[in-house]
């Protein structure tokens, strides 16, 4: 079939909403109808290169909500047509050793992820051009239809609005299982969360509802620092290095027994700054994403074997997708867990551009795609 979708063609380009051709579901796939679809930062690291691809034309976009309206053969038989599904950016096959381990996060699947080609067959769903496309994590959420394999979806309660449920595909299990399964936060504890939009937010509220007593959030962004303080923060401040003495005062010398840096872009210095603000015995948790090809880390080695303190890295809220979006939903409709308010702004299709550029002016907590007829 023949629609609209968001490509880029290469390094610092913009996004090109054009004409694909999508193909049609084989053994294990399914055909997704979009209705919205989440803007995550790291579909921007694509552009400056910072994840680099094999090669272009790459369809963007790995947050997803949608409905199912056609199965390929040997699908599993709890997904059906007319199913409310979202995309899990990370398939989990079940049965790898890493699946097997209870580590869906990091399911073998996940080394084809940024190669294009589709698991069931190896091959292309989407072309443009002419040309083969690669679909970001085998997904490319910015169109409005899509055909997947189905260890990509997870069927979700009917009831949840779309807007809120793309979200939960990637950013709110990144950042609440960076507080819950990964820095292990329990009741009493000070955490820091560094880097407030979409994934530090989930953080800063999974933090919140795993018992911390104080929740700090750090952002260089006057305004995200006051949405912090709406989504449960107790402490603000513009920078790590300005947080270090009003942490010790308020923790008299102990500083975070957690520390979660979930900022737009990480660099090497960061983990040093992190340190510091983290106790003896204490976990820095990395869950931004850096450059592939940097590995400029800085820290006082002293000091993370003297005073025993951890460092950790997360990928999508070190979870599984097919156990943690169903609970996070339910968070949503017991009014444990705010997702309406991280929705700062809706575009269509044809503004995903202008929606980048508000991410990057500091606009938004997150900013959605919400697909209409004139999509499809």
Known sequence: ?????????????????????????????????????????????????????????????????????????????????????????????????????????????????????????????????????????????????????????????PSIPFEVACLVGCGVPTGFGSSTHVAQVSPGETVVIAGIGGVGISALQGAALAGASKVVAIDPNPWKREQAQKFGATHTYESMAAAIMPLMEATEGRMAEKVILTMGEMHGEYIEQGLILTAKAGTLVVTSMGRMDSDDVKLNSFLLSMLQKTVKGCIFGGGNARQDAPRLLALYKSGQLELDAMVTRSYRLAEINQGYQDMLDGKNIRGIIKYTEADW
Request: aromatic share 4%; hydrophobic share 40%.
């Open 1 to 157: 079939m023949k629609t609209k979708g968001a490509i880029l063609w290469g390094i610092d380009q913009p996004w090109s909403v054009e004409e694909i051709e999508l193909g049609d579901p084989v053994a294990g796939e399914v055909r997704i109808r979009l209705e919205t679809a989440g803007m995550c930062h790291s579909d921007h690291h694509i552009v400056t290169g910072a994840t680099p691809m094999p090669s272009f034309p790459v369809l963007g976009g790995h947050e997803g909500a949608g409905v199912i309206t056609e199965l390929g053969p040997d699908c599993p038989a709890d997904l059906q047509v007319g199913d409310h599904v979202i995309l899990s950016f990370i398939p989990a096959c079940g049965r790898c050793p890493a699946c097997v381990a209870g580590h869906m996060a990091l399911c073998d699947l996940g080394a084809g992820l940024l190669l294009g080609q589709a698991i069931s067959d190896g091959t292309y769903r989407v072309r443009a051009r002419g040309e083969n496309v690669i679909p970001m994590c085998l997904l490319g959420t910015f169109a409005p239809y899509m055909t997947v394999h189905h260890t990509s979806v997870v069927k979700i309660d």
